[in-house]
């Protein structure tokens, strides 16, 4: 296992187009629209425009030519259980339908300028990586399937531009090797994100406690980028430390395409980050001490000493004088033993708060 450069650090945070994403930040939202777009520059911009609606930070599509991703060869060759398996039709055959044209790119992403989201990609070959380069790109997304493409993770990290990482399907070693790669660039700048692989995933496969060990073998920044139906997966990231979040954007499910099913429609997504950022308030400090709204309940959910009975000024009080009940005007119960044999310095009503300068 690789350890730590002691000389190198991962940023804590940083910039993305005036956004601060990483540690004491809010969750940074992508809206990953894949092959949602229909085949369309309008409807890809009308996907631009809802997201921004429903709060999400960034609009991401995927730059690749079927030619330079895959083999109908080598597909046709397996058997496959999988979403792949499901199509019915050449694996690239589906993928020549939902390539984002290269033509269209510089539009999309001034149009997402235009309205106030940021526009990224996921560059699948160099000629990819340097047209979002040109396009203006913030950030570059490297998808879980190249993350041992080792010569590619090199060559987008070297942009010097933030790097998301998705590590669905690898192993720690793996994604080990990696991250060295990045790290020799001198590129600081890594979100380091846990993803399964299927589409859907499955709850029992999600292993959000794999950020616990990112944060501990890489010091990195946390995502995760999900495939699970619904916001659970995300919220356990979050509470986990995920500063950055994922998932698949349709305008509606029922949609004929190969990422519409398993993808997020408006609602859903608002709502996701609508109950992350309750979550985030929820996580709080790690500081454990009486709150604001706790400063009543403090006292009345409480126990104080107080009197059992009417005590005569004088008396010594006895164990059965005392009663411990609620509110805590009173001395706390802890002290008891302090207050036994002490002399009362005034007559004490049944049901009257014991404090300290009523004892002698």
């Known amino acids: 296992m690789h350890m730590i450069n002691k000389t190198f650090k991962f940023s804590d945070a940083f910039t993305i187009n005036g956004r601060k994403i990483g540690n004491g930040q809010p969750v940074y939202f992508i809206a990953e629209i894949g092959a949602n777009f229909d085949g369309s520059l309008d409807k890809a911009k009308e996907y631009a425009r809802v997201a921004k609606k429903c709060g999400a930070d960034c609009v991401k599509i995927q730059s690749f030519k079927a030619k330079k991703i895959v083999s109908r060869k080598a597909f046709a060759s397996m058997k496959l259980k999988g979403v792949h398996g499901s199509w019915k039709r050449p694996v690239d055959e589906v993928f020549k339908e939902v390539e984002f044209p290269r033509e269209w790119h510089k539009a999309f992403f001034e149009y997402c300028w235009k309205i106030g989201i940021t526009p990224s990609s996921a560059p699948y070959d160099y000629e990819a990586v340097d047209l979002i380069e040109k396009v203006g790109t913030e950030f570059y997304k490297i998808g879980s399937g190249d993350i041992t493409w080792l010569e590619m993770v090199e060559y987008i990290a ?44 499955r709850f029992e496969s999600a292993n959000i406690k794999v950020l616990n060990t990112y944060r501990e073998a890489f010091g990195v920044i946390l995502g995760y980028s999900d495939h699970a139906p619904g916001d659970v997966v995300p919220l356990g990231a979050v509470a986990l430390g995920a500063k950055v979040i994922e998932k698949h954007f349709t305008l509606d499910k029922g949609l004929s395409g190969p990422d519409h099913p398993h993808s997020m429609e408006p609602q859903e997504f608002a709502d996701m980050i609508s109950r992350t950022r309750d979550l985030e308030k929820a996580l709080g400090s790690s500081r454990k001490e009486v709150v604001a709204e706790e400063s009543e309940t403090v006292i009345v959910q409480r126990r104080g000493l107080t009197a059992a009975h009417d005590i005569k000024k004088g008396a010594k009080i006895r164990r059965d004088d005392i009663v411990e009940l609620r509110p805590a005007l009173g001395i706390y119960p802890k002290y008891k033993d302090v207050v036994i044999g002490k002399m009362a310095k005034k007559n004490l009503k049944a049901g009257e708060p014991i404090r300290w300068e009523d004892i002698a």
């Open 158 to 201: 070297k942009k010097g531009k933030p790097v998301l990482l998705a590590t669905g399907a690898s192993t720690l070693a793996e994604v080990d090797e990696a991250v060295r790669v990045i790290e020799k660039t001198g590129n600081r700048n890594l979100v380091l994100m846990q993803c399964i692989t299927n589409y859907p995933s």
